[in-house]
């Protein structure tokens, strides 16, 4: 019996089953040939793609762009399409829903250069549908600056609605006050 454990003892060291006498394994060596084979080939082709992308002498280089944009000074109106026109509307006084606090506010209508002519024939029907849908809204929705883009974005489809889908361009909110 004493042969036995002997030579179970012997094949689990030839199987490594035994940690304390078995010799540590040897850590496998990262990179090897695909290693040095990738590396240049990635550095080769980021030095060749450079070297294609980089300007011609005929395309403008980013400093002769940028000063030749800085001679002349931009306006706002510079940023403004030319075929736009800002129409102001009336001053009005809101009472908000909670019947405590009023809005006062004045808007601007841009539209097309032909439908100038159109907005102050309408603007009765345009305050109407205003005064409509700021009624409903509450005060706290107001007093939140996230609030003015869906605000702004209502007022346009409401303008839509009254003179045309293709007449208004934007609305400009120029006054606001809650009181």
Do not use: C, W
Request: net charge negative.
């Amino acid at each position: 019996m004493a042969e036995k454990k002997k030579k179970q003892e012997e094949a689990e060291v030839a199987n490594g089953a035994d940690s304390e006498t078995a010799p540590a394994a040897e850590p496998k060596k990262k990179g090897g040939i695909a290693g040095a084979i990738v590396t240049p080939l990635i550095v080769g082709a980021a030095s060749f793609g450079t070297v294609f992308l980089l300007p011609t002498q005929n395309a403008p280089l980013a400093s002769e762009s940028h000063s030749a944009a800085t001679t002349a000074p931009l306006t706002p109106h510079d940023f403004m399409p030319k075929n736009l026109d800002v129409v102001e509307l009336k001053e009005f006084i809101v009472s908000i829903r909670d019947g405590k606090n009023i809005l006062r506010m004045s808007l601007a209508l841009e539209v097309p250069n032909e439908v100038r002519g159109e907005v102050n024939p309408n603007e009765l029907r345009l305050r109407d549908a205003f005064m409509g849908y700021l009624r409903a809204v509450e005060v706290s929705e107001l007093q939140d600056p996230d609030f003015l883009p869906q605000l702004r974005a209502q007022l346009l489809r409401r303008s839509r609605l009254v003179l045309g889908q293709d007449k208004v361009a934007g609305i400009l909110i120029t006054d606001f006050l809650i009181r």
